[in-house]
């Protein structure tokens, strides 16, 4: 069972940089892949960022979000990580990372989700 944890949330002014980290635990964690998704208040949870656990690292960006936030691992402490910048109220959500196995078509590990709240 693999375990999931997110910190780095928290409350800023448009504008400003966050970053999440998501901690992995738990038995072998060799995923395919990890992202981050988003649920704001009366919306679908959406999908921001992904990124390969294995090689040079293959990362997906949705247009919200492209050229704002990065991506990145850090394969050893099997932690990711999303840097948020430049960040506008319409990026205020409950933010989950998750991640998928090998042989899966989706992401059966998700944390417990962390709120960012950008203030205008």
């Known amino acids: 069972q693999v375990q999931l944890v997110e910190s780095g949330g928290g409350l800023v002014q448009a504008g400003a940089s966050l970053r999440l980290s998501c901690a992995a635990s738990?038995?072998?964690?060799?995923?395919?892949?990890v992202g981050w998704f988003r649920q704001a208040p009366g919306k679908e949870r959406e999908s921001v960022a992904s990124?390969?656990?294995?090689?040079?690292?293959?990362?997906y960006y949705a247009d919200s979000v492209q050229g704002r936030f990065t991506i990145s691992r850090d394969n050893a402490k099997n932690t990711w990580y999303l840097q948020m910048n430049r960040m506008t109220p319409e990026d205020t959500a409950v933010y989950y990372c998750?991640?998928?196995?090998?042989?899966?078509?989706?992401?059966?590990?998700w944390g417990q989700g962390t709120q960012v709240t950008v203030s205008s």
């Open positions: 998750a991640s998928r196995p090998v042989a899966y078509r989706g992401y059966t590990s």
């Open positions: 990124i390969t656990w294995g090689g040079a690292g293959i990362t």
């Open positions: 738990g038995r072998t964690f060799s995923p395919i892949a």
